[in-house]
């Protein structure tokens, strides 16, 4: 009763300065001061907190917390509580806590069943992992969510779910497609005048050409996403644009007018009280003021943004700012100061798994050891850098590593080798240089191409001009009999392209007929085989139970009464029959464990979740492997033909880590929403060929047929961090 006392006190507390006069807010307050019941309340709320997300951060924090105090037992109040506060504290920089927020969102999403939902908690996922640097989870989840966007259809949902996963593509250096899904977005948002959107349209495109260096179109963009969100009023918008902004100013060697708007940027932060976004802000000011050679600013900001990055765990901006420290030491000199940055931020590019910068990090390392006269590790870490450049496929890294190698063996006097690494070093700079070469003048010509097209349409043009009056004099006498073939020839094509169609339809509808018919047949008899294996699987496991195991348990109460009978009574006798009777324990524990492994019997009476908790435990209980099981949203049986397909797959997966990865970490996830079922394992151990992994692998075949007749997908592909990710998503209505 005090919890709901406090939400109707709270109507006439709210943040005045937040609930700003509009009508919709003022139709939410008509309604929240009408209303008593305790849905109602957490809807209203809810609506209210997300109309000001962009411009009140607190406000979320606030409106989540008398969301939180309403007494109410609806899984809708997890779902608004834990959506708030993911975004209040993804804001703030707590990443951890928004990731924890991001899955109970999921969760709530999934218990509701309803598809904005799901598709909008797994969009904030994939924006945390994004974040993060995670790139190739981001990707997936923002599949997950465009997947339910499109199945509602809802285009503005999916045109925001385009343009975040636009984002993750630019890093990913697939700019084409960032840039038609910037586009899609911008002309979605132009018929619906929707002023966000466009801002946040304006700021991707900004983005992308600033990547293809295309400054002026960069910062003409960039100028009409500011003046968007300062009619928003969306300040940690407005913040990252005008940084980026000012990035554009320092590429462009203006360096006066890049200094002044970020420190115009850093007053702002200061009036948002959004503190996480100082940190890029300060990382690229003191790049300016490296370009302007004032040491000692530089240093000052690098600091201090250090100090926000670990406050708040932002592992790339950590990375990042002890890279650049690491320089600033190099070039003062400071080689072992130089090195403590240099391995600080190795730890963390390999903890964000960012392979192009490990490879960078591990040559800046190599000359740091170079300078402070250390051969095998300046040797060791060039050598680390090429491996990893040769991995990624990165010309870049390779030539920077080479350079090193080069340098680095000539220090040290061994000059045949160095002579030979600048070889390659050499050869690599040519073919970078005449790929360079031969891009520009791709263009060059494409450019003079177009140029001699332009004037051949001009001359064109003029001497068409000229013969003009000629021409429609005669066009006047033969215009009627040309309509006249044109509508003959036109009727004739028409029928035969009408007649063309039907016969090319009719054939590729009987050879879908015929695959799909093939198709079924082939899974129904891989349903038959599973199902003829599982049933003779229970049969040989309860015949192995009931039979032969109390067999075996009914000869050893009669081999204990013997032991009691005279003829154990010698020394000698009661050890030869001790040994008998612990060979016949082993025998009755092999029987049922055996009967265990053919047909779990937790499987088929408690289920999935429970079997598959056990069978980890069993496995890894006395192995160095640790590992983790997560689940989500599965309370309920499911069909026994899914659970035991599932279970059967993951037994698989599992072997494999252990036959193959040499892994020392196994993480296995469980989640299932409205429409889905889907299981992950993942390992950290060495990874596979995935090719002919795929194509030769009997467990894998075994795995892919399994989930063809529950009508699964199956997918195989490196992990974020090191070693294998396995995806198989189960649709269940």
Partial sequence: MTKFIFVILSIFSLNQSALASTPKIDSLKRHLQNTKNPGELIDIYYKIATEFQPVAIDSLYYYAQIIQNIEHDEISKIFAYSNLMYSYSRQKGQYPEAKKYALQNIYAASQLNELSYLSDSYTNLAIYYMEQSQLDSASLYYKIALDYAQTIPDPVRVKRILGNYAN?????????????????????????????????????????????????????AYQKAIALFEFLKDTSNLITTRNNQAIVYDYIKNYKLAEQLHLSNL?????????????????????????????TEQKKMLDEALFLAEKFDVKSSKAQINNNLGNFYYYENDFNQALYYFKKALEAHIVIGNKNEEALCRSNIGWAYKQLGNKSNSIANFEAALAIAHQIGSKDKRLISLDGLATAYAHFGDYKKAIEYKDLFISLNDSILGEKTQNRMAELQAKYESEKKEREIDRLKQTDALNNLIINEKELVISRLNWQRTVFGLSGLIIFLIAFVLTRWMKIKKEKEKAKAILAEREAGLQAVFAATEDERKRIAKDLHDSVGQQLSGLKLAWQNHLLGPFSHSVENQQYLSKLSDTLDDAIAEVRSISHQMMPRILQEEGLVPAISDMLEKVFRNSPVSFTFEHYGVEDRLDEKIEIGLYRICQELVSNIIKHASASKVSVQLFKNAHLLILLVEDNGKGMNYE????????????????????????LEPSPVSGTLATIRIPIN
């Avoid at 700021?203 to 002026?216: H, P, Q, S, T």
């Avoid at 002919?692 to 047929?705: A, D, F, H, M, Q």
């Fill in 168 to 220: 993750v593509l630019i890093k990913q250096g697939n700019l084409t497609l960032a840039r038609e899904y910037a586009i899609i977005g911008l002309t979605i948002d132009s018929i619906s005048m929707d002023k966000s959107g466009l801002a946040t349209g304006f700021k991707l495109l900004g983005n992308i050409n600033l990547y293809e260096a295309r400054y002026d179109e960069s910062l003409e």
């Fill in 267 to 295: 007053s702002l932060v200061e009036k948002s009280g959004i503190e996480v976004d100082k940190i890029s802000v300060l990382v690229n000011l003191g790049n300016v003021y490296e370009k302007q050679n004032r040491k």
């Fill in 692 to 715: 002919t992994g795929k194509r030769e692998g009997i467990g894998l075949l075994n795995i892919s047929s399994r989930v063809e007749t529950i009508h699964g997908e199956f997918n």
